[in-house]
């Protein structure tokens, strides 16, 4: 394992990092489920939000590792 050489900048600062606040963000706005309807197979919107929101922090993580590699 190589040490970091204190002359050289940092390559962790791309402007894709940036997408990795959307799924952290996103929970936080409780008006988007604050709400019994509309469902979807019967699960109220809580629920089936708290899926989704999974589905797009892999979504965003995945094109942020994509892209920063």
């Known amino acids: 394992m190589s ?3 204190p ?3 940092r390559t ?3 402007p894709w990092n940036w997408l990795l606040v959307v799924p952290i963000a996103l ?3 409780t008006f988007l489920y604050n ?3 509309p469902r979807l197979l019967g699960f109220p919107t ?3 939000l708290q899926l989704a ?3 797009v922090g892999v979504v965003c993580t ?3 590792y994509r892209m920063t590699r």
């Open 12 to 14: 962790d600062r791309s």
């Open 3 to 5: 040490t970091p050489d």
């Open 53 to 55: 929101f999974i589905v």
């Open 62 to 64: 995945t094109i942020v």
């Open 7 to 9: 002359g050289r900048p």
């Open 35 to 37: 709400s019994d309807e």
């Open 27 to 29: 929970p936080l706005l």
């Open 46 to 48: 809580f629920y089936w």
